[in-house]
């Protein structure tokens, strides 16, 4: 089955700056790549997803990378704030079979003032 | 719209008892899920259904059962609960097909002594 990679664990910048998470993915047929945030206590929720025929999303201040040669997608946040610290999850599916998400191990963010 | 409902929020059980988690969602989903999220492991796939009447295993389905007797409902069950499922437990909808944004519930907070 599919098996995501997240990196790093634990980002901390400084307020202003800009912050990166990576992921890995294995399964070449996987074709959806969406990000989840979670604050401390609530729930998932959705904050931007890419899909494999298309190589960069933007939405304000994010952004979603995919190299689908490499099998790797990035969450780049720009002009970080306080309110960006949070748990964020990268995850996987592919067409067909109830678009089962398999999730990254989660990164968590701490903006500093 | 409630959304995505789960109960209950918080649950204690010895080893050995049995319990059931209720999932309801009003938003006339047909895809459910249940996921546990446990320290830097992420989220875990547990079961789901891609309709009424229809269940499937996920990535760690073993001491877990579920039922989505009733479109709207979807229901996880542990037999004979072990202290390997203490855990966070989240619900999960969406619409049918690919990139279809999940909505979780607001979790469950589960402890098994």
């Known amino acids: 089955g599919e098996n995501v990679e997240q990196h790093p664990s634990t980002l901390s910048v400084q307020e202003g700056d800009s912050a990166v998470i990576k992921c890995t993915y294995s399964d070449s047929a996987s074709n959806y790549f969406p990000w989840y945030k979670q604050e401390l206590g609530k729930r998932p929720q959705l904050i931007i997803d890419?899909?494999?025929?298309?190589g960069e999303k933007k939405d304000q201040r994010i952004a979603v990378t995919l190299n689908k040669t490499a099998k790797h997608f990035s969450l780049h946040i720009t002009e970080t704030q306080p309110e960006d610290s949070a748990v964020y999850f990268c995850?996987?599916?592919?067409?067909?079979?109830?678009?089962?998400?398999?999730f990254g191990t989660g990164t968590q963010l701490k903006v500093e003032l | 719209n409630a959304g995505v409902t789960q109960t209950p929020k918080f649950r204690v059980l010895k080893t050995g008892q049995s319990m059931t988690l209720l999932c309801a969602q009003d938003?006339?989903?047909?895809?459910m899920y249940w996921y546990r999220q446990d320290p830097g492991m992420g989220l875990r796939l547990i079961h789901y259904?891609?309709?009424?009447?229809?269940?499937a295993k996920g990535e760690v389905p073993d001491g877990y059962n579920v039922s989505r007797l009733k479109k709207q409902n979807f229901l996880l069950g542990l037999e004979s609960a072990a202290p390997s499922q203490t855990s966070v437990y989240f619900c999960?909808?969406?619409?049918?097909?690919?990139?279809?944004?999940?909505?979780f519930g607001s979790g469950t907070q589960l402890s098994v002594l």
């Open positions: 890419i899909r494999s025929n298309v």
């Open positions: 995850a996987a599916s592919k067409a067909g079979g109830g678009n089962k998400l398999t």
């Open positions: 999960a909808s969406s619409y049918q097909g690919l990139d279809e944004k999940l909505f």
């Open positions: 259904s891609v309709g009424e009447g229809t269940t």
């Open positions: 938003m006339n989903h047909e895809y």
